[in-house]
């Protein structure tokens, strides 16, 4: 479960404009923009800053304690609102991150806390930050990928390389869950990797870029992850490791 957010600072702060996804944003509309290069605009979505990078499709479990995201799932309950779930910085947070949906709470605790199994819906890069609330908002544009699918030749190594890591892990690959036209987000989702990784997937908005980057990535990390495996056996054999 998590529990680390990050304190409140000072007064709102504009995000950089630096892509293409805000150069037609219209600020004299508030409401809804669509554009073939945009997507939708949302007002004020309420974020949730975690040490983490949540992906589309990923489960995400929460426990909420303090006061203000407890407010904020309330709400989001009582509404069947989605929320943001933004990688926390040391100084603010990344200015893309990714929807949830609240799938189901597990608990209730009679102080008002819970616990609450999200999951990541779409992405969408953060305009500005409002701090009015006691929790953290945003206007935000939701950001859909760019038209094209990845090769089988991409998805095949992907997958292959990922199969590989689980089975040192002595875990079962299962894509049966898996959306074929994102993959790449479900292959990484399932792995604690570098958050910095994820954090370029995320922006990424083409699954043949995405997919080619975690087939690369997890071929980059496997033969560390053999000398581990190996180390490991040596280990249980005899005692020592070299």
Known sequence: MLGLYPPRRGKSRRVPRKTKWRMAYNRTARSVLRARDIGDFVALLPLFPLEVVLLPGTPLPLHIFEPRYKEMIAEC??????????????????????????????????????????????????????????????????????????????????????????????????????DQSALSFYLAGSLPLDLDFKQKLLTMRSETERIQAVAAYFESILPNLHRAARAREKAGGNGHAR
């Open 77 to 178: 309950l009582a509404n069947r609102a989605a929320f943001g779930v933004v990688r926390a910085l040391e100084e603010g947070v990344s200015d893309v991150g990714c929807t949830a949906e609240i799938v189901t709470v597990t608990k209730e605790y009679p102080d008002g806390r819970m616990d609450l199994i999200a999951e990541g819906r779409k992405r969408f890069e953060v305009l500005e930050l409002n701090r009015e609330r006691s929790f953290l908002q945003a206007e935000v544009l939701l950001v859909a990928d760019e038209s094209g699918a990845s090769s089988p030749e991409d998805r095949a190594r992907a997958i292959q390389a990922h199969l590989e890591i689980l089975s040192l892990a002595g875990a079962v690959q299962d894509l049966s869950a898996a």
